[in-house]
């Protein structure tokens, strides 16, 4: 296999993982008995931004080139962001990636863990409100499950840096004559 080829695989694998994990999200929310308040977007603009694989900023970077080539003038704020560039306290989601943001930002809030015992715990976000008794179930989504499937790769970088190092490798490779490809 090629490095393109082997690329394309890992990004396609992902979006499989990507779809089963916003899976997993959408049939526990209503389960587990709390909701963030409207317009919270604490997650995204804590001082700790989440780190990622550069597969996951690969990922983003395509679909900014291909679909939202207007976000890349947030790159020029990356030396001086307090928080992760792609934030938009006005947009409904906030996410302005959206389609594409990393497993750790699909899982903000709705995700457990695997307990010494093996099974599935759960502890809703401290900015959370309960609005319904949670429901005990033996299996949920668990992050950490999603993360080690697909990252071959060593390292992790905060999400902005991850998406702007892809980026620049793909208009550089764009400029160097090749398309994009995509899953
Ligand atoms: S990628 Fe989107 S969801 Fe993730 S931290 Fe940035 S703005 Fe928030
Ligand atoms: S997970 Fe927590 S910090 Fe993030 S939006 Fe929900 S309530 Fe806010």
Known sequence: MDDDAGRNTVLCYMTQRYRELDEQVRTFMPLCGSACPSGCGICCTSEYEPEVT??????????IIEFR???????????????????????????TIYPVRPVICRGFGFCGYTTKSGGFAYR??????????????ADGPVLSNYHFQYACASTTLPISDAIFRAWQKLRYRMAEGEEPDAC
């Open 69 to 95: 080539s207007d976000l890349e003038s947030r790159f020029d704020r990356i030396n001086s962001r307090e928080y992760c560039i792609f934030y938009d306290e006005h947009s409904p989601l906030h996410c």
């Open 124 to 137: 809703p976000c401290r900015y959370m409100e309960q609005t319904a008794q949670p429901v005990t179930i």
């Open 54 to 63: 550069p597969e996951e900023g690969e990922y983003a970077a395509k679909y």
